[in-house]
C-alpha cells in the first residue's frame, strides 16, 4: 500500500511546487502521443509519392490504388496531429509560464514557423486528395510535394525549439532577462543539425516499419496479391535503407551530447563519477552511487566516446549537488538509451535479413518468421523513438533551458492540475479511439471493395478504384492498364 506515496515521494523534491509532477506527467504524455503522429506527416506522405510516381511511371496500378488510400489514411492522422499538437501549444503557454514569460521571445519564435508549415501542409493535403481524377497525373503528383516538404520543415522548426533547451544560443541577457534575440542563433542552435536529423531520420523508420508491418500481417493471413507485396516493399525498404544511417547519426549525436552536454551524458552512462576506462553498462540501474545489475563492456564507454580507453568522462560527481538529477531519473534515462540502442541494432538486423535475401534471390525471405519479425518491426520502432525521447527531455532535468531555467520554476503555481492532466487524457483517448475506428472503418471498406482479398485478384489482374484512367493526360509509357 505503501509503493504509490513512495513513488511520487521520489519524482518531487522538497521545495517543489504542488504543480510540477502533474504539469510534467501531463506533457510526457501528450507529447509522447504526439510523436507517434509526426512521422507520418514527415515520411509516410514520402512513401505514398513514391508509390504515386511508381504508379505513373510504369502504369502500376496497384501502386496507384496505394498511393491514393495512403493519403486517406494520411487526412485521418493529419487531423489527430493537428488536435494534439494544438493541445500541445496552449500547454507551453499554461503549464509553463515561466518558460514563456521569461524566453518566449526567443522559443516561440521556431513555433511561429512551425505554424506556417502546418498550414501548408494542410492546404497540399487538400489539394492532393481532391486532385485525384480531377488533375493530370504529374499534375496530381507534383501537387503533394509540399507535404512532406512541409512536414519536414515543421518537423525541423519544433526540433530546433527542443534543441534550443538543451544548448540554448541566439539571445543575449541583462539582469536575467532577454533583450536581444537573433532568430537564426535560435533555431541554428548547437544541438539543431544532429537533432533535427535524428528525428528526421528517425520518423522514416518509425513510418517505414508500422506500414510495413500492416501488410506483413496481412500476407501472414494469407493475402499474398501483388497489391500486399507492393505496400510491403516499399514501405520496409525504405525503414531498411535508413535503418544504419540513422544508427550512423546517432553515435554522432551521442559524441554530441558527450561533448556539450555532459550531464546528460553522465546520466545516460548511469557513471556515478567522473574518470577515464571508463565501461559501457548494458542494464543496471544506480543506487547511491553503485551501478547495480549491470553488464559492463570494459572501457567501452570512453572508447565509443573518444575512441581511446584514456577518454575521461565526466560523472555525476561533476554536477553541482543543487542541480544533480537524482537516481530515479539517472536510471530513466540510462535504461531508457538501453531500449532506444537495442531496438534500433534489432531493427538493423531485421533490415540486413531482408537485404541479404534480396541480394541471394530478389525476393522476400522464405521464412515466415520474417513476416512475423516485420509485423512486429513497427511496435518497436515506435518504442525506439518514445525512448530517445524520454533521453532528449529526461536526461535535461532538472532544467527545462539548460543553465538558465529550472523546470520548478518554470512551471505554473496555481490551479488543479491533477484535473487538467484528466481532461487531457480524456480528450486524447478520444481523438485516438476515433481516429482507430474512422481508420478500421476504411480498411473494411476497401476490403469490400476488392471482394476481401486487399487489393485485387491476388494474381496481378484487374484492380478496383485505379484513381486514373483512360482520358488523362498521360503518354503513352505512362498508360495504366
Not at 512513401?47 to 504508379?55: I, Q
Not at 547519426?249 to 551524458?265: N, Q, S
Amino acid at each position: 500500500m505503501s509503493a504509490v506515496p513512495e513513488l511520487v515521494r521520489q519524482l518531487v523534491t522538497d521545495g517543489d511546487p504542488a504543480q510540477l509532477l502533474p504539469a510534467r506527467e501531463q506533457m510526457a504524455f501528450t507529447l509522447g502521443f504526439h510523436i507517434v503522429l509526426v512521422p507520418f506527416g514527415v515520411a509516410f506522405t514520402f512513401l505514398m509519392l513514391v508509390a504515386n510516381y511508381r504508379g505513373i511511371r510504369r502504369g502500376d496500378a496497384h501502386a496507384l490504388l496505394l498511393a491514393e488510400r495512403w493519403s486517406k489514411v494520411s487526412a485521418v492522422l493529419f487531423a489527430v496531429g493537428a488536435v494534439s499538437g494544438t493541445v500541445l501549444s496552449f500547454e507551453l503557454g499554461l503549464l509553463w509560464p515561466g518558460l514563456m514569460g521569461r524566453f518566449g521571445a526567443a522559443y516561440g519564435l521556431p513555433f511561429a514557423v512551425e505554424g506556417i508549415f502546418f498550414f501548408l501542409e494542410a492546404i497540399f493535403v487538400a489539394i492532393y486528395i481532391y486532385g485525384w481524377r480531377r488533375l493530370s497525373p504529374w499534375a496530381h503528383f507534383w501537387s503533394g510535394v509540399p507535404v512532406p516538404l512541409s512536414g519536414l520543415g515543421g518537423t525541423a522548426s519544433v526540433v530546433a525549439a527542443n534543441a534550443w533547451m538543451n544548448q540554448p544560443g541566439g539571445i543575449t541577457l541583462r539582469d536575467g532577462r532577454v533583450v536581444d534575440v537573433d532568430p537564426m542563433g535560435v533555431f541554428l542552435n548547437g544541438a539543431f543539425w544532429y537533432e533535427a536529423l535524428h528525428m528526421f531520420l528517425a520518423a522514416y523508420v518509425v513510418a517505414g516499419f508500422v506500414v510495413a508491418g500492416v501488410y506483413a500481417a496481412g500476407m501472414l493471413k494469407g493475402r499474398l496479391d501483388r497489391y500486399h507485396r507492393l505496400g510491403f516493399l516499399i514501405s520496409f525498404t525504405t525503414a531498411a535503407l535508413v535503418m544504419p544511417v540513422q544508427i550512423f547519426v546517432g553515435d554522432v549525436a551521442a559524441r554530441e551530447v558527450f561533448a556539450h552536454e555532459p550531464a546528460k551524458f553522465a546520466a545516460i552512462e548511469a557513471l556515478p563519477t567522473t574518470g577515464t576506462n571508463v565501461p559501457e553498462v548494458l542494464g543496471g540501474v544506480l543506487d547511491h552511487g553503485q551501478v547495480r545489475y549491470g553488464i559492463p563492456i570494459p572501457s567501452g564507454a570512453s572508447i565509443l566516446s573518444g575512441f581511446s580507453p584514456s577518454t575521461r568522462i565526466s560523472g555525476l560527481d561533476a554536477v553541482p549537488a543543487a542541480v544533480r538529477p537524482p537516481d530515479h531519473l539517472v536510471n530513466i534515462v540510462h535504461l531508457s538509451f538501453d531500449v532506444m540502442v537495442g531496438s534500433a541494432f534489432a531493427l538493423l538486423g531485421l533490415g540486413a535479413w531482408f537485404g541479404w535475401a534480396w541480394w541471394r534471390r530478389r525476393d522476400l525471405p522464405a521464412s515466415r518468421w520474417f513476416l512475423r519479425a516485420a509485423m512486429w518491426a513497427g511496435a518497436i520502432a515506435v518504442v525506439c523513438l518514445e525512448s530517445g525521447w524520454v533521453v532528449t527531455e529526461v536526461g535535461r532535468q532538472p532544467w527545462t533551458v539548460v543553465g538558465l531555467l529550472l523546470t520548478r520554476d518554470a512551471v505554473t503555481t496555481e490551479g488543479n492540475m491533477w484535473a487538467f492532466f484528466a481532461g487531457a487524457v480524456a480528450i486524447y483517448a478520444a481523438v485516438g479511439a476515433a481516429a482507430v475506428l474512422v481508420l478500421r472503418i476504411m480498411r473494411r471498406r476497401w476490403a469490400a471493395a476488392d471482394g476481401g482479398g486487399g487489393g485485387g485478384d491476388g494474381g496481378g489482374g484487374d484492380v478496383v478504384g485505379v484513381p486514373y484512367g483512360p482520358g488523362d493526360e498521360s503518354s503513352s509509357r505512362t498508360a495504366l492498364p
